[in-house]
């Protein structure tokens, strides 16, 4: 059976040189995000990784993006389809595939995976955007949110990109007023998807539980905005040990979205809010009937935890369906245990261009995946792509089946 037309959720841009050298006022040009061609190395020393710039043996030519003190060289696992070198490693433009930063490379790179469109994420700004947060300028930093923002829904998507090239906008994490309102204009300009922080307690930011991000809330469900949580944005990542080797780290990267995606559905705001949709990237889904078990054991045990029944006049699963959702790359769990999950919450992504990328493979991993779980015409048209026409509002864009 052919596959049905990829739409991958979950891809990033790589940002060009001039996103925001090119659009911001002339007076933030020396603090403003710029990108730079200097030499040096990255010291990986755990908990204090640091760009060493000098003309030792180890060093070579980097591009690094300055941001007033914010130093960033570009590691090659941020764009590491076409290569098998060491994620950690640092490059230049010069090294990574072009399809990484440019529109028309990435529209080739589609058509050469089978994808019809693609959910692009950030780069230099971080996966929710929290690089901005930490700026000293506030005002700098809501320009360079909303330069980035017109950036991507008018150049990286539009033209020729457009219908295929999906942009995820950002908010102004430190205001929820503005981040509304950043919501608003995007969606008056075509986008219907903002990504947000896995925990923004770890930012010192308020919690989801506490009623601040409300003004959030209304804006994405008034707009058909869907809040978007992709692994990693989180400022600590799991780790069960300091000695513990890498593929430990790899392995249980994951707890950051379970606890996000336990966080949404206890913390009542999918039933304040009764059309609100979100979306859990690069998490996979495997783990979901076990945490949705628990969550309905402990709301059913209502007075011994606080009396969930008060956030939550029904038990937690039953906010899922058609609500909530998350994308895999080639987890046989999830579509094997279909069932128990319910098909309607999976969405498949490419992660184009990071070193987990199932590009240029994914049409024959999907595949296999199909084959393997046993799934209907009708069940792999749903993951492939109707789950995220559905969740995405895309009938808006032309993707109608």
């Known amino acids: 059976?052919?596959?049905?037309?990829?739409?991958?959720?979950?891809?990033?841009?790589?940002?060009?040189?001039?996103?925001?050298?090119?659009?911001?006022?002339?007076?933030?040009?020396?603090?403003?995000?710029?990108?730079?061609?200097?030499?040096?190395?990255?010291d990986w020393t755990p908990g204090a990784p640091s760009f060493?710039?000098?003309?030792?043996?180890?060093?070579?030519?980097?591009?690094?993006?300055?941001?007033?003190?914010?130093?960033?060289?570009?590691?090659?696992?941020?764009?590491?389809?076409g290569s098998n070198e060491f994620g950690g490693l640092l490059v230049t433009y010069d090294d990574i595939v072009p399809g990484a930063y440019q529109q028309r490379a990435r529209?080739?790179?589609?058509?050469?995976?089978?994808?019809?469109?693609?959910?692009?994420?950030?780069?230099?700004?971080?996966?929710?955007?929290?690089?901005?947060?930490?700026?000293?300028?506030?005002e700098l930093a809501l320009a360079c949110v909303q330069i980035y923002n017109?950036?991507?829904?008018?150049d990286w998507c539009g033209g020729?990109?457009?219908?295929?090239?999906?942009?995820?906008?950002?908010?102004?994490l430190w205001d929820p007023e503005l981040a509304a309102t950043e919501i608003?204009?995007?969606?008056?300009?075509?986008?219907?998807?903002?990504?947000?922080?896995?925990?923004?307690?770890?930012?010192?930011?308020?919690s989801i539980h506490c009623g601040d991000w409300e003004p959030v809330f209304r804006a994405c469900e008034e707009t058909q905005t869907v809040i978007n949580i992709h692994l990693g944005s989180v400022s600590r990542m799991p780790v069960t040990a300091p000695d513990a080797p890498d593929d430990v780290l790899e392995t249980i990267t994951v707890e950051s979205t379970i606890n996000s995606f336990v966080d949404w559905i206890l913390s009542g705001v999918l039933e304040r809010h009764g059309t609100l949709r979100v979306a859990f990237a690069e998490g996979q889904a495997g783990w979901i009937p076990f945490f949705v078990e628990q969550m309905?054991?402990?709301?059913?045990?209502?007075?011994?935890?606080?009396?969930?029944?008060?956030?939550?006049?029904?038990?937690?699963?039953e906010y899922l369906p058609g609500r909530v959702y998350a994308s895999i790359f080639d987890d046989v769990h999830s579509v094997v245990g279909r069932a128990s999950i319910g098909m309607g919450h999976l969405t498949v992504e490419v992660d184009y261009p990071h070193d987990e990328s199932t590009f240029p493979h994914t049409t024959s991993t999907l595949e296999k995946l199909v084959q393997t779980a046993g799934l209907s015409p009708l069940e792999t048209w749903q993951l492939l792509r109707g789950n995220a026409i559905e969740c995405y509002g895309l009938q808006r864009i032309g993707l109608l089946s």
């Open 1 to 42: 059976m052919p596959l049905p037309k990829i739409i991958s959720v979950d891809d990033h841009v790589v940002e060009p040189a001039g996103v925001w050298q090119d659009r911001l006022p002339r007076k933030w040009l020396d603090e403003g995000p710029r990108l730079e061609r200097r030499v040096g190395w990255m």
């Open 52 to 81: 060493i710039e000098d003309d030792s043996a180890a060093s070579r030519p980097v591009d690094v993006w300055r941001y007033e003190d914010t130093v960033w060289p570009l590691p090659r696992g941020f764009a590491q389809v």
């Open 107 to 138: 529209l080739a790179d589609l058509d050469a995976n089978g994808v019809e469109a693609s959910l692009c994420f950030p780069t230099f700004p971080r996966e929710s955007g929290q690089r901005f947060l930490r700026a000293r300028d506030r």
């Open 150 to 154: 017109d950036w991507l829904i008018e």
């Open 160 to 172: 020729d990109g457009r219908g295929r090239l999906i942009p995820v906008t950002l908010i102004p």
């Open 184 to 206: 608003r204009r995007c969606a008056d300009k075509g986008s219907h998807a903002i990504t947000f922080h896995q925990q923004p307690a770890d930012l010192g930011l308020p």
């Open 296 to 317: 309905d054991k402990i709301w059913e045990r209502n007075a011994q935890f606080g009396d969930p029944q008060k956030r939550l006049p029904r038990p937690p699963s």
